[in-house]
């Protein structure tokens, strides 16, 4: 897959994608957006990958939100990340938490606006000591009403979260730490270790249990959509078992199934 404004790996059953724009702190162009989605919907599909990495190109910056250069009032130039329900900022979050594997959000530096979100809802976020984490949207005319707020109040409460959106400052990697923003802070130059330690322990785990647990930590939020992730994860399982061949089988034989044997 040939990509413009990110770099998308996979060796040894990760994935890694960066956002590759450090001219601009790696903010995101509607480009940049339709891309992180494929990269992600590859990750997803791909049964050799057990993990994956988020992050962006340089010591400087994870993602710092949108490009606001390209932005006007029908919102960023080519309308790709002002859709929500097809391919802008909400379908990346939406991936980030639904894709049935880990995703670890390697914060190497400013994750500001919209990057800030994508890093909240990443199962996983560890953060360089030089990182700086925080919200600007009241500062842009700009806000996300949906994971960017959620997701957030369940990672540091409901006072935290107000106080992260409505006064836009930024914090420390230790201060994110302290409030349960992210799971880890090191130093810049143990970050890429530390990620793969991290990768290759999660690698060593069931990835049906990780699925499963994935879909059980948003079921009771997410609505009939949490619980359609849970209900089709354990439909998954269900599709690789006798009783469920039985059926296929049967109506391609053109008989009656016979499931006698999977009451006991």
Known sequence: MNF???????????????????????????????????????????????????????????????DQSIRDKSGYAGTIAALPVEVGWQTVSHLIRTIPKPVIARVNGYAIGGGHVFQVVCDLSIAAETAKLGQAGPKVGSFDPGYGTGDLVRAVGLKKAKEIWYMCQLYT???????????????????????????????????????????????????????????????????????SLEGRNAFMEKRKPDYSNYRK
């Open 4 to 66: 413009e404004e990110i770099i998308y790996e996979k060796e040894n059953g990760v994935a890694r994608i960066t956002i590759n724009r450090p001219e601009k702190y790696n903010a995101c162009t509607s480009l940049t957006l339709l891309e992180l989605n494929k990269a992600l919907t590859d990750a997803w599909v791909d049964a050799a990958v057990g993990v994956v990495i988020f992050t962006g190109t340089g010591k400087k910056a994870f993602c710092t939100g949108g």
């Open 173 to 243: 990697a230790h201060e994110a730490l302290e409030m349960g923003l992210v799971n880890k802070v090191v130093p810049l130059d143990q970050l890429d270790s530390e990620v793969d330690q991290w990768c290759q322990a999660l690698l060593e785990k069931s990835p049906t249990a990780l699925k499963m647990l994935k879909y059980a930590f948003h079921a009771e939020t997410d609505g009939v959509g949490g619980i359609t992730n849970l209900g089709v994860g354990g439909l998954s399982m269900y599709y690789g078992t006798d009783e």
